[in-house]
């Protein structure tokens, strides 16, 4: 009987662990410091020079990247024709193809046929 307890204690707490791992708090992009602070154009190169190196260095890190909007539409902005920003929501500023930006956001990978590094919730870096 004391070894079927234990047995169920030790499930249940797998269980829980498991599902903690599961089912993490969504990551708040807007609070987390930066790992890395680049300018777009340099960020793109490196992505160029190796691929792989790159998605290990960047992939899923929190990123500040500044340049000159080049593309704009309601959620997402392209700088310096290399990197693709995607917003939650739309602006609450008033942009222009032209404007310099310091944009925070989430690396998620490289965009072999754009030759773009892709960026997901992004905001406005102060």
């Known amino acids: 009987m004391r070894k079927k307890a234990i047995a169920i204690i030790i499930v249940f707490g797998l269980l829980i662990i498991g599902y903690n791992y599961i089912y993490k708090d969504h990551r708040d992009i807007s609070k987390e410091n930066p790992d890395f ?27 500040v990247v500044s340049g000159v909007i080049t593309e704009l539409n309601e959620i997402d902005m392209t700088i310096d024709d290399a990197v693709f920003c995607q917003f939650q929501n739309r602006f609450e500023i ?12 989430r690396c998620i990978g490289f965009d072999d046929l754009l030759e773009q590094v892709k960026l997901s919730e992004c905001f406005f870096n102060k």
């Open 37 to 63: 602070k680049i300018e777009a154009a340099n960020l793109v190169n490196e992505f160029g020079m190796d691929v792989a190196l790159s998605q290990q260095k960047y992939l899923d890190k929190t990123i």
């Open 94 to 105: 008033a942009l222009n193809v032209g404007d310099q930006v310091i944009i925070k956001g």
